[in-house]
Nanobody, 128 residues
Framework: VQLQASGGGLVQAGDSLKLSCAAS????????TAWFRQAPGKEREFVAA????????YYLDSVKGRFTMSRDKAENTMYLQMNSLIHEDTAIYYCAANAGYTTPIVTSLSRPYTYDYWGQGTLVTVSS
């Protein structure tokens, strides 16, 4: 599976952005997808995940109510709608996919090792 992320950019605090990540190669095997981010000087952290067949989504506490993750199964694409952006959201955002045949349990969705494939990252910069 190949993942291609896009949609990053430079915005002001309070603005919105929508990230996209298109999957190709073996999309029918996707069981869960996620967004992670890595800010300068910090470790990569979980942002959001969605289980592909069930459509249930999960979020980092600090983005709940501001970010919404969705997926278009027909287009094999996942999205991250980010509203009310703050400076602390500045990071490189990575999409990731689990291509197993079983749906991951909820507690594993925030762990990087759950995901087999990673996109190249897209930079989001929020000016304060």
């Amino acid at each position: 599976v190949q993942l291609q992320a896009s949609g990053g950019g430079l915005v002001q605090a309070g603005d919105s952005l929508k990230l996209s990540c298109a999957a190709s190669g073996r999309p029918f095997g996707i069981s869960a997808t996620a967004w992670f981010r890595q800010a300068p000087g910090k470790e990569r952290e979980f942002v959001a995940a969605i289980r592909w067949s069930r459509g249930d989504s999960y979020y980092l506490d600090s983005v709940k109510g501001r970010f919404t993750m969705s997926r278009d199964k027909a287009e094999n694409t996942m999205y991250l709608q980010m509203n009310s952006l703050i400076h602390e959201d500045t990071a490189i955002y990575y999409c990731a996919a689990n291509a197993g045949y079983t749906t991951p349990i909820v507690t594993s969705l925030s762990r990087p090792y759950t995901y087999d494939y990673w996109g190249q990252g897209t930079l989001v910069t929020v000016s304060s």
